[in-house]
């Protein structure tokens, strides 16, 4: 392939007096540059919007917006703050020396301008932009690299739709993660693995570990393609919290939908296992809704982004109480799914006595064929 060659440095001269200005551009060509000319402060301001060059060398006094106010304009500007700027001046006074440092000017050139002193100081402007340029990238790259650890750290936990939403929401300056507990509003689903204790006395330990991780990225997956957060990984069992860290309306329908999900998908994973070890083996769900605290809970040097409250621990009591390929819905879950339910055909309402609950719980199960 050939080799690629540098783009030429670009040079805007800005001057109305058309001579001085074919004199500038002369030496500037011959030293290799490319120059662009512009003859008054309008003209240069619309030629660095256009085609924004690497270097600007005006002159002070001109017609309309002078050497001063084109450099000030281009220097408050964002987009061309790090484009250098050379004034040039017939006024030698110190007070013209202190605007145009006011105004931002990088350096500046007394008329009558010398050759030598011209090109000795464009290369020094050069070098300095380039290095600016090279700094500049770094920094950019290095923030590239950051938000990409962190994309991939939060989509350990989110989908990648939820995982865009979230960043834009800290780009705008809020922050969904908040260091301090806040109360949320969410739906808790904890899916376990019926039947893997057992499973796990007859699986060769070897086994074992990369049985849960096919187990959980057939979970995780559709967690992430409902939207959902997941929160903790134990033993076999997996919480997914809806409704958090952004609001989703329909967090209830999504818990479902995505438990149903879980199950079908888990199927024919789970029909290989019993062929494999004669064992059969299914997901068992729990669902409720309710007020918790979301927040980071642990120590200085580990913290964990998780959800407390009595909606994860009924949800978590209903998934140990659920059959294989089975949803147990809590009462509050239940009022969000009234119309979802009302449609379902294979509905069981039952009265559960769950740990840590004064008297028995309504819940409904939800059967799905897998």
Known sequence: MPEQTAA??????VDDDPDMAAFLEMWLKREGMHTVVAHDGNAALATVQAAPPDLVICDVLMPGPDGFEVCRRLKTNEATALIPVVLVTALDDAQSRVRGIEAGADDFLSKPIH??????????????HE???ELEARRLAAEIAQKEAIRRTFARYLSPRLVERVLAEASAGRDVFRDLSERRAVVALFADL???THLSEVVPVAEVVPMLN?????LTAAAHDHEGTVFSMAGDSLLVGFNIPVQQPDAAVRALTCAEDMI???APLGERWRV???LATGIGVGIEAGEVVAGNVGAPNFVTYTIIGDAVNVA?????????NEILIGPRAMLSLAEVLGRATVLDRRRLALKGKAGPVDVVALRVAA
Request: proline share 4%.
């Open 8 to 13: 030429p440095f670009r040079v805007l001269v």
């Open 115 to 128: 050759r030598e002193e011209l090109i000795a100081r464009v290369k020094t402007l050069r070098r300095l």
């Open 131 to 133: 290095t600016r340029k």
């Open 194 to 196: 019926r039947g893997f």
């Open 214 to 218: 096919e187990f959980f990225t057939i």
């Open 264 to 266: 079908r998908r888990f």
């Open 276 to 278: 494999r070890y004669g």
């Open 316 to 324: 978590a009591r209903l998934m140990q109480n659920a059959q294989p």
